[in-house]
Structure formats: structure tokens, C-alpha cells
T-cell receptor, first 112, second 116 residues
Framework: DAKTTQPTSMDCAEGRAANLPCNHSTISGNEYVYWYRQIHSQGPQYIIHGLKNNETNEMASLIITEDRKSSTLILPHATLRDTAVYYCIVRSYGGSQGNLIFGKGTKLSVKP | NAGVTQTPKFRILKIGQSMTLQCTQDMNHNYMYWYRQDPGMGLKLIYYSVGAGITDKGEVPNGYNVSRSTTEDFPLRLELAAPSQTSVYFC???????????????FGPGTRLTVL
């Protein structure tokens, strides 16, 4: 599975959009981009995933560049409860293991 | 649905003691996983199972054992606890099939283990 690079930490003002970048320059054609987050001391939570088209759900939007070498997770109106570590993960669909490879992620701090 | 449940929430062990971390899911998922998370780090896969009776090693299996006798349960066994096993342990489950849209994993709340 391709590796990802994320900033260590970011700040965002409450009510503003939080844009979290992720680089995955070695991504291959059959690999998806997944985003999970981990609120302090809790288990990780799935947010969104995509292959090459932009995706949106009730939690966030995922923007993937045309060359698929980077992506951005957008939380449109960040709240204090969105303070968490956000993990960008690239892996193949399905597969024999199904496990996710977590890096250190980006620590997002939403401030009042 | 309760989702993925883990017991205990916290445990302190002495070096050389053994214990079993329990994990149960009620979503009829076929895949289950055990991860550990050391302070300030991402999660690392210990063991996983693709169905009852089938288990396999992940990235950091040494010092652990697992079994999967039912679809619902996936206990993790520590035989001879060592300080290096001080960590937070997360169990997860997912549904995998050739036609699955994606492998969203559902995580339990974690077990915080300290070995002294």
C-alpha cells in the first residue's frame, strides 16, 4: 500500500472550514484514499473514502487531485468536537487482510 | 446494536502475568482485527481474522495469541506480560466480500493496559 504524508498539526477557528491535506504520490490505480479520525482516547472513526472523484457525506468532503497524488479532507464548519487526530490512509479495495495502516496523522485543534 | 465492545477498559499487570482482552461484535462482520497504539503513534496491527477458525499475524504479533471460535468473539491473549506491551489495544471489525463497497472498520473503545 502507498504511503501518505500529513502535517503533524493544524489549527482551525470554530465555525470555519478545516482543510486537511494529504500527499500520496506513490498511489496506484486500484488504491483508495480513506480518512479516519480519532478523538482523544477513543477508537478511530471512519469519515469518508474515495478513488478519484470528489466525495461528500454528512461529515466531510474529500477532494482528490486529478493525478491522485494528493487529497484534501474538508470539514465545512468545524466545531470544538472535531478536535481529533485525522488519519489519511491509502490502500487497495478489499484485499486478503483488509487492515488499515495508520501513520501518525494530523492533530487538528479547533479553537473558539 | 452495541457495535464492538471490549473488556476490560483498564488493566494493570505485573511482569510475567497473563491475561485475555475480550472483544465482541454484534454486526455479523466476518473480519476482525486487533491493533495496539503506543503513545503519540498510529495504530499497528497485531492479529486479524477473516472468519471463524481463521487467524493470521499482522505487523507486531510477538507476545500475543488469538483465537476465533465464533463470528462474534475475537479474544487477544498475552501469555507473559512485558513492559513493552504497555499500550492501548483496539479491536475492530469489518465486512469484507468481493462485492463490498469498501472496508469501513468499526472500532471498539479500547483497553488501556499497563505492565509494571
Amino acid at each position: 500500500d502507498a504511503k501518505t504524508t500529513q502535517p503533524t498539526s493544524m489549527d482551525c477557528a470554530e465555525g470555519r472550514a478545516a482543510n486537511l491535506p494529504c500527499n500520496h504520490s506513490t498511489i496506484s490505480g486500484n488504491e483508495y484514499v480513506y480518512w479516519y479520525r480519532q478523538i482523544h482516547s477513543q477508537g478511530p472513526q471512519y469519515i469518508i473514502h474515495g478513488l478519484k472523484n470528489n466525495e461528500t457525506n454528512e461529515m466531510a468532503s474529500l477532494i482528490i487531485t486529478e493525478d491522485r497524488k494528493s487529497s484534501t479532507l474538508i470539514l465545512p464548519h468545524a466545531t470544538l468536537r472535531d478536535t481529533a487526530v485525522y488519519y489519511c490512509i491509502v490502500r487497495s479495495y478489499g484485499g486478503s487482510q483488509g487492515n488499515l495502516i495508520f501513520g501518525k496523522g494530523t492533530k487538528l485543534s479547533v479553537k473558539p | 446494536n452495541a457495535g464492538v465492545t471490549q473488556t476490560p477498559k483498564f488493566r494493570i499487570l505485573k511482569i510475567g502475568q497473563s491475561m485475555t482482552l475480550q472483544c465482541t461484535q454484534d454486526m455479523n462482520h466476518n473480519y476482525m482485527y486487533w491493533y495496539r497504539q503506543d503513545p503519540g503513534m498510529g495504530l499497528k496491527l497485531i492479529y486479524y481474522s477473516v472468519g471463524a477458525g481463521i487467524t493470521d499475524k499482522g505487523e507486531v504479533p510477538n507476545g500475543y495469541n488469538v483465537s476465533r471460535s465464533t463470528t462474534e468473539d475475537f479474544p487477544l491473549r498475552l501469555e507473559l506480560a512485558a513492559p513493552s506491551q504497555t499500550s492501548v489495544y483496539f479491536c475492530a471489525s469489518s465486512y469484507q466480500s468481493g462485492l463490498a463497497a469498501h472496508n469501513e472498520q468499526f472500532f471498539g473503545p479500547g483497553t488501556r493496559l499497563t505492565v509494571l
